[in-house]
């Protein structure tokens, strides 16, 4: 494969071909640079980081939402490469998305911890402790890069323009799991409606287009549980863990210095 | 958001699954297997509400019906086909959706990526449904349209 082609829908719905020379190792951004910075330079596109972390490059590649930063042209087995905004999105030039809604969605959850003494929250001086075990209930969908993938490749979120979406709804449950949040009671009454987590019919394509592996489908189905334990089994909300006191150096042994740091010779 | 400004074209990726995973092809055929059935639910009602004009107005329904030919059996062959689907993939989407069976617990994710959700246990019970569905539906096929001659 020498050439490839990149067939891209702009603004309007008219499809546009570019002709790239193909390296070994070139990924679908690249190719979207190389036309920009040689042959195009109207083609609207948005990318940041180019390594899979900031999650702006995203746009249907070949008929899936993908990273374009991530996508290797090789991997896509075509020569011909058809590239389209994110779906369910608002489009505001070629392949540039009006992702400010999808962000309001993710607000609309409050993802962040909740307590409800606010003295404690704003004044303490002492540290929530969280076990591992904890921490691994939550953990994976903590690493959401808010891309919005999932929630272009979510049939329902097509369908349903005030659905709250795959992300948000894994956002929420992130913080549902975590044993530092005391708004447990607040996000089940966010999620517990016909736009909330009772919309998604399980199609799994959020999880299947994830890039981070955050699983938003199971997610939704771990908030649904949590909802109806609310309100079969009147599960009550739990109290947030307490604040402990930050371990200080030394203090176990009383009496006893602790080491001075070493440096490894690496300052001498 | 309103629906006039998204870009159309996610509501027409909606209804095709392809390229995605199994899961997505069950919730498409679960969607079409539902609209066949509510369908064949209207029609069962308005047939029986012919009962009320008496027994005059209920063989002409019967006639209109048999008039249909092997049609009839065709079309309550694929009736039969739906409600076995969209009951069978209803039981799997119980268990993920009310108790969060089959969807894995939360995991640390490691590269190659591969969501639990999707894992093997899922892709078994899809698979499971779809063959029993397809085993029952041609037993069903036999039972209806042997007498009628059309097998």
Partial sequence: MDKITLRVTRSGGKRASYEVKYRKGMTVLDALTEVREKQDSTLGYRHSCRMGICGSCGMTIEGLPRLACQTQVSSLNTGTINIEPLHNMEVVKDLVVDILPFFDLHRSVKPYLIRTDLKERDQSDREYRVLTEEVEKFLQFDYCIMCGLCYAACPTAALDPFYTGPQAIAQAYRYMADPRDEGWEMRVNLLDTSHGVWRCHVAGACSFVCPKDVDPAKAIQLARTEILKKRILRKRPREGSKPVSPPVAGAAKEGVKPPPFDFGGARK | ?151
């Fill in chain 2, 1 to 151: 958001m309103k629906r006039d400004q998204r870009y159309k074209a996610g509501i027409i990726s909606s209804l095709i699954p392809s390229k995605f995973s199994v899961e997505r092809w069950s919730y498409t055929v679960h969607r079409i297997t539902g609209v066949i059935m509510v369908g064949y639910l209207m029609a069962h009602i308005f047939e029986t509400f012919q009962l009320g004009g008496g027994s005059t107005a209920w063989a002409n329904t019967m006639a209109a019906l048999h008039s249909l030919g092997p049609m009839e059996m065709v079309g309550l062959w694929i009736v039969a086909g739906s409600a076995l689907y969209h009951g069978g993939n209803g039981i799997r989407l119980v268990l993920n959706e009310a108790f969060g069976r089959l969807m894995g617990k939360p995991i640390l994710p490691v590269y190659p990526y591969s969501p639990t959700s999707l894992g093997r246990n899922q892709k078994i019970a899809v698979w499971t449904i779809t063959a029993l569905v397809l085993a029952l539906w041609v037993w069903a096929g036999v039972y209806l349209l042997a007498g009628i001659g059309v097998i």
